[in-house]
């Protein structure tokens, strides 16, 4: 059975730590119940917040705007990119100094009920890093700054890059703290701390502006609707479907919240159709349509993808679409407005949920047929003329690869914690180590499908494989054993680690996908339901060789 | 290891070879020391870039 083979890979995976996940549940999960609650109660457009002049005193409240969307753009930042371990430090809402926690959960509330449709919102509620990442991108918009991919934010090349650009400015650059003490710090060490420092971060912003012609002031009076568009129940969202590589509309109305709009159309106007994937908001396309006679509450059909230009779009995940209107106003003034809608692209068949185990734990013990399945995680001994003993907090992570067609046995990173010897006690005398251990199997669908045979399952279509190849089945599928293992031998002896899985046989429900309208929006998918493993155990088995 | 079931390695979850009732059980000519087995857990992960 072994038609599949195994390559060796670094190890490059992190978790994304419980704690996070617990903190931003906590902090952002209540956006869209409060945006609901809000729009139904209250005009949905905070005037009172994002208007941009005020009769009284209009450039203070400009100001205030101003320093308020940038703190809450910093905010989302912090909280998209932080680590588990600097969350606390990285939003404690008495650091919030601009208006405290009630007025930024209540001025992202509505930037939130500004720029995503509802069901965009609710997707978006079971993960609340990519709500922060999605509504720093809006708030970075609107204040005309340039988005940066997150899978960049990080990356040391790119911060050389900057520093190198901005190298030319840093003469009449001075931090936020004394000047002696600040050139003091720019001198023994340019590059320690300058990211950290918010005069720095203004600066950079300042000099990377978004385009003049990209630019807009935000417009109070309408914004963006597009909850007209039919949505599809697939995995546990409502959701909006169109066929991949096919022509794509996305029509949308401008809806006005001022209670006597004018009646007369925009005589012109752009149309910015950004497409970016979720995780990191790469662009993907951007595309500008030019319109002409804009009615209020009239659909607008001129955000049209080609089939071309789909077929090169990601099928079977969320993609978010930034629409963007902007038009001329008096004087070269620009004003527009932007809404954030998901949409989902399917070939035939979309992953939709698990359902239930049809055949407990089988396990992958024959280590000539599943030897694909086995990993040989460490071998090791300690040759210094005492007994040993090594202490390991392991995990081991069993994976689901998407994006390539081989599986791959990770290495192994083993980090000692403590080392000692306990020479001093000669009635028990041996080297101990404490370590930490983590690695992994990357499993590919094509691999699990050959397991169906096994319990007499026909393996899956290529069209099924397909549908399971995506984040959503990834994301399900993806688990890590926890534990700790002791191992102790005598001088000279040397102990091996295996590792191999159990699985289970469980239901998996797919949707195909049924009638198209001529927008390309699916109308109705139908379910299918197969059968497919998934390793629910792991057996560390430990050997002795003697040295 | 040979066993009546072929290339299988016997299920061995709980076995230790330090309880001295224990039979000493070898695979590939190595001494078995203890079959572990653990639960998997569902995991959010995020995938880095490699070290160099």
């Not at chain 1, 039919?230 to 949308?252: C, N, S, T, W």
Request: charged residues 25%; glycine residues 4%; hydrophobic residues 35%.
């Amino acid at each position: 059975m072994n038609t599949h083979s195994v390559q060796q890979k670094a190890f490059t995976y992190q978790e994304e730590t419980f704690s996070e996940r617990e903190f931003w549940n906590r902090l952002l999960a209540v956006l869209p119940d409060i945006v609901e609650t809000f729009s139904a109660n209250f005009n949905p457009f905070p005037v009172e917040y994002l208007q941009e002049e005020n009769e009284e005193e209009p450039h203070e409240k400009g100001v205030q705007l101003h320093n308020q969307l940038y703190t809450a753009s910093q905010l989302m930042s912090n909280l998209a990119s932080a680590n588990g371990a600097s969350l606390p430090h990285a939003f404690d809402p008495n650091r919030v100094e601009f208006a405290g926690k009630n007025a930024l959960i209540s001025l992202l509330r509505r930037i939130a009920n500004l720029t995503f449709s509802k069901n965009t919102l609710d997707i978006l509620r079971d993960n609340p890093k990519e709500m922060a990442k999605a509504l720093h991108d809006s708030i970075l918009r609107i204040i005309n700054l340039p988005r940066v991919p997150y899978e960049l934010s990080g990356d040391l090349e790119t911060q050389d890059l900057m520093k190198a650009t901005i190298a030319p400015y840093l003469t009449n650059y001075q931090p936020n703290r004394s000047l002696t003490d600040g050139l003091g710090t720019m001198m023994e060490d340019p590059v320690d701390g300058l990211f950290e420092d918010q005069t720095f971060r203004i600066m950079l912003s300042s000099i990377s502006q978004v385009p003049a012609d990209k630019s807009f002031t935000l417009e109070n009076n309408f914004h963006i609707y597009t909850e007209q568009l039919p949505k599809i129940d697939l995995q546990g969202k409502k959701r909006v479907v169109y066929q991949h590589a096919e022509m794509l509309v996305l029509p949308f109305k401008l809806r006005a919240d001022h209670p006597h709009p004018p009646k007369r159309p925009i005589p012109r106007a752009k149309i910015q159709v950004t497409i970016q994937e979720t995780e990191n908001l790469t662009v993907l396309l951007e595309k500008e349509y030019r319109v002409k006679e804009v009615f209020l509450n009239t659909a607008i059909h001129s955000i049209v993808i080609s089939p071309e230009e789909c077929e090169k779009l990601p099928l079977n995940q969320d993609l978010k679409v930034e629409i963007v209107f902007r038009y001329p106003g008096r004087e070269g003034a620009v004003y527009g407005t932007l809404k954030n809608q998901y949409i989902t692209l399917v070939a035939d068949k979309v992953f939709d949920r698990v359902g239930a185990t049809v055949k407990e734990a089988l396990p992958l013990n024959d280590v000539v047929e599943h030897r694909n399945y086995w990993h040989k995680i460490w071998r090791g001994g300690y040759n210094e003329g005492l007994p040993w003993t090594l202490k390991a907090d392991v995990k081991y992570y069993m994976i689901l690869g998407i994006d390539q067609d081989q599986a791959a046995r990770l290495e192994t990173r083993l980090k000692i914690a403590e080392e000692f010897s306990s020479e001093e006690d000669f009635s028990d005398e041996q080297f101990s180590y404490k370590a930490k251990l983590k690695t992994g199997l990357e499993l590919t669908p094509a691999m699990l499908n050959d397991l169906l045979h096994e319990e007499g399952y026909d393996s899956i279509s290529h069209a099924q494989l397909s549908a399971l190849t995506c984040q959503a089945f990834q994301s399900q599928m993806n688990r890590v054993a926890h534990t700790q293992l002791s191992l102790q031998a005598e001088s000279g002896q040397q102990i091996s680690v295996w590792v191999y899985p159990e699985v289970d046989y469980q239901e998996v429900f797919l949707l195909k996908m049924g009638q198209v309208n001529p927008y390309g929006l699916v109308m109705d998918m139908s379910e299918e339901k197969i059968v497919f493993p998934q390793a629910v155990n792991v057996h560390f088995i430990a050997t002795q060789h003697e040295g | 290891m040979k066993d009546n079931q072929g290339n299988r390695f016997p299920d061995l979850s709980g076995y230790k070879m330090y309880d001295t009732d224990k039979p000493e059980i070898y695979m590939n000519g190595e001494k078995v020391l203890f079959d572990k087995k653990v639960r998997l857990k569902p995991i959010s992960l995020k995938k880095g870039k490699a070290k160099s």
